[in-house]
């Protein structure tokens, strides 16, 4: 019997491994979204919405320089909001910022909408835990647990200050990107793809 649960654990262990060690999708590969609830956009219209610096974050999952101008604007930004810089959807407030010294903006949650998803990455030859927005796809930075801050959480959304649009409290928020357009953008690219297999 022990050796019959020994073989089975290390059996669910490999499977596990393998399931850990799936490559994350890059952000520039071009994906069809076929989820009604996704803004989808073509690279054209991200780069006319975005600066070349958010497309950048957003778009290809980059990072901005740690320390930089965004960063100490983030410092600086009192009671709010924020959005995303791509979509308008909410993803942290004021509430859950704290200072952690890494030099990107750093938060112990995200906000009660719910608009941060995560997901694993494994790019770079590191294990990490990727956010990005829930809408939109846009890359937003990644998370870390158990550092020892002192938070409720323990743990550290690093995110990129371009991937993020801060409203003061009372301010008015973002236009949000309407999903029909993304429905529209969706049935466009999946004609295309139809297209392309003829």
């Known amino acids: 019997m022990k050796l019959f649960l020994s073989i089975a654990l290390s059996a669910t262990i490999v499977v596990m491994g393998y399931a850990e060690d799936k490559p994350a999708t890059p952000k520039t590969k071009p994906a069809v979204e076929t989820k009604t609830d996704k803004i989808v956009k073509t690279d054209e219209e991200w780069r006319k919405l975005l600066t070349p610096e958010q497309y950048r ?12 101008e965004a960063y100490e604007k983030f410092n600086a930004e009192g009671e709010g909001t924020y959005y995303c810089v791509a979509c308008g959807a909410e993803l942290f407030t004021s509430n859950e910022k704290f ?22 990455d494994n790019s770079g030859g590191m294990h990490r835990i990727e956010t990005t927005c829930k809408r939109c796809d846009a890359h937003l930075g990644h998370v870390f647990e158990g550092e020892g801050f002192n938070t409720p959480t323990n743990r550290r959304f690093c995110i990129n200050a371009a991937a993020l649009k801060f409203v003061p409290t009372k301010g008015a928020r973002p236009e949000l990107q309407t999903l029909e357009q993304g429905k529209k953008n969706a049935a466009e690219a999946r004609k295309a793809d139809e297209e392309k297999l003829k």
């Open 57 to 68: 974050v957003t778009r290809t999952a980059g990072t901005e320089r740690p320390f930089g």
């Open 99 to 120: 200072h952690s010294g890494c030099g990107w903006p750093s938060f112990y949650d995200a906000s009660k909408a719910k608009g941060v998803q995560e997901h694993v």
